[in-house]
């Protein structure tokens, strides 16, 4: 299930995107880029749309996918 933007405090939200940004594991090659920074290059993927957060009922968590990945499970699903 899509959870909304406007649906989330900016609070839960930045709980949310924090949270996805520890855990990613990415190399961001060869600078340093600071948690306040991937936070907001992560919210702007959000906000354009590119990605979008994922409540799984089934293993009760929220995620954020690319957007046009969800799409294509979904495609695949049906």
Do not use: C, F, W
Not at 21 to 48: I, N
């Amino acid at each position: 299930m899509i959870i909304p933007l406007e649906t989330l405090s900016e609070d839960i939200l930045n709980n949310i995107v924090e949270a996805h940004v520890l855990q990613e594991g990415t190399d961001y090659g060869l600078y340093d880029v600071s948690l306040e920074e991937k936070v907001a290059a992560v919210k702007r993927q959000l906000k354009d749309k590119t990605a979008i957060l994922v409540y799984s009922q089934l293993h009760e968590t929220v995620n954020i996918v690319p957007a046009d990945k969800y799409q294509q499970i979904q495609a695949q699903a049906q």
